[in-house]
Nanobody
Framework: QVQLTESGGGLVQPGESLTLSCTAS????????MGWYRQIPGKQREMVAT???????NYATSVKGRFTISRDHAKNTIYLQMSSLKSEDTAVYYC???????????????WGQGSQVTVSF
């Protein structure tokens, strides 16, 4: 089985910073694109940032210049450094990964359990 474990969410004030991490564990033969998505109640889940296994990065326009995604291949872990946080960044943040579990398996998309980030005074 594959598991994506997130950590680092919490409550911060506007303008402050927070870092999320997500580690993939279990049966992993190949780990491709990983990324962060977020969802506000009543709205669709949206892409925040993604990073491929070759290091190509994509950001949502709303977070460019404020958020930084990085990846530690040795640890099967990605990070999302969030700075200059705004109230509109408040959401549940989900880790996502494209994984091939075994040598004969097929690429499958997995989600983490979600981590609440609240930006408020």
């Amino acid at each position: 089985q594959v598991q994506l474990t997130e950590s680092g969410g919490g409550l911060v004030q506007p303008g402050e910073s927070l870092t999320l991490s997500c580690t993939a564990s279990g049966n992993i033969f190949k780990l491709y694109t990983m990324g962060w998505y977020r969802q506000i109640p009543g709205k669709q889940r949206e892409m925040v940032a993604t990073i491929t296994d070759t290091g190509e990065i994509n950001y949502a326009t709303s977070v460019k210049g404020r958020f930084t995604i990085s990846r530690d291949h040795a640890k099967n872990t990605i990070y999302l450094q969030m700075s200059s946080l705004k109230s509109e960044d408040t959401a549940v943040y989900y880790c996502n990964a494209d994984i091939v579990p075994t040598a004969r398996g097929s690429e499958t998309n997995f989600w983490g359990q979600g981590s609440q980030v609240t930006v408020s005074f």
